[in-house]
């Protein structure tokens, strides 16, 4: 059949005959398809890299400014749709979100507020947040203290402290070892974490005459005040020594405990700093804490912590033999 005529029963020209037989002549149709195949991958490539060098060039021209806030971030990818990229292009090269291109912010309602703050740590420069609370409290704002805290932190207000808290130091004076149990107490914190990697404090109390465990108070952080209020308890169940012996840690001097010790006629002795050594009765038994309990066991929780914490006391008060004095 001549040339013209198959290429009128099947629907194309001369032109294109001999332009496909100019580029596939001689191939089978597998290969054609596999050519086909290789032109159609070459060109995603080069688009591909074609659009690389594209975000590579606007990330280039973002490196000078900063790029920190969405705000900012924003006004850079319209500026590039501006200049002529898509908005998926410059959205890519900054890594943005299309919702995040299309928010509107809220208006903001903490304006008057945040001007409020201000103008009070402008008069009063050396207020901290908790004044500063106290204060708009006081002008009948009834504000969250963790919203004046956020708005507070925002501007960057918070005081600077100017000399090292003083602790007071206590009297130097030998470890004896008490005759009878109940005069004397031992008081150190021991530190651990559950399994989220969030911290454990306990509170132990030593009696230095029976060297048994008063009280161990497990929770995630303990005050001054909290220290106060573990004791408090026990005064009622057990009794009150009087002396304790504590190392000059910021909750064994804090005010909350100078205080409660005053109107509790207890006498507060503080060792030397860095001389553990003067706190013996509650180091060895922390040794053994650690050791017997805390290195044994894997706390998921804080009530696990507690559990287990408080078992193992009993189990030493009760069971675990000890040397006794001379």
Not at 100 to 111: H, I
Not at 120 to 135: A, C, D, E, N, Q
Not at 157 to 165: D, G, I, N
Not at 308 to 326: A, L, M, S, V
């Amino acid at each position: 059949m001549p040339i013209k005529d198959l290429c009128r029963r099947h629907g194309f020209s001369e032109a294109s005959y001999y332009l496909w037989r100019s580029k596939f002549g001689g191939m089978s149709v597998p290969d054609a398809k596999r050519l086909k195949d290789l032109e159609a991958e070459n060109t995603r490539l080069k688009k591909l890299l074609a659009e690389q060098v594209f975000q590579n060039d606007l990330i280039k021209d973002a490196l000078p400014k900063k790029m920190v806030s969405a705000p900012a971030r924003r006004a850079l990818v319209r500026e590039w749709i501006a200049g002529g990229a898509s908005e998926r292009c410059a959205l890519a090269a900054i890594g943005m979100s299309a919702s995040a291109l299309r928010y509107r912010p809220r208006e903001d309602r903490n304006v008057e507020l945040r001007e409020r703050i201000l103008a009070l740590t402008h008069r009063h420069r050396r207020y901290g947040v908790g004044m500063i609370s106290l204060k708009l409290r006081q002008e009948g704002r009834l504000v969250n203290y963790k919203r004046v805290e956020r708005l507070y932190c925002e501007q960057q207000l918070q005081v600077r402290r100017r000399t090292r808290k003083k602790v007071p130091v206590g009297e130097r004076a030998p470890l004896l070892r008490p005759t009878k149990a109940n005069p004397v107490w031992s008081m150190d914190f021991v530190f651990d974490r559950t399994a989220e990697g969030r911290a454990i404090k306990s509170l132990v109390i030593v009696d230095d005459a029976t060297h048994q465990a008063v009280v161990i108070d497990v929770e995630r952080a303990i005050s001054g005040h909290g220290v106060a209020r573990v004791l408090d308890r026990l005064a009622h169940s057990r009794g009150l020594p009087k002396m304790i012996r504590t190392d000059n840690g910021k909750e064994f001097c804090d005010k909350a405990m100078v205080a409660w010790a005053h109107a509790n006629r207890v006498q507060l002795r503080q060792i030397q700093p860095g001389k553990p050594n003067q706190n013996a009765y509650v180091e060895s038994f922390n040794g053994r804490l650690r050791d017997e309990c805390l290195n044994e066991h894997w706390f998921p929780t804080l009530l696990h912590a507690r559990t287990e914490i408080e078992r193992w006391r009993r189990e030493y008060n009760e069971h675990r033999p000890k040397k006794q004095p001379d």
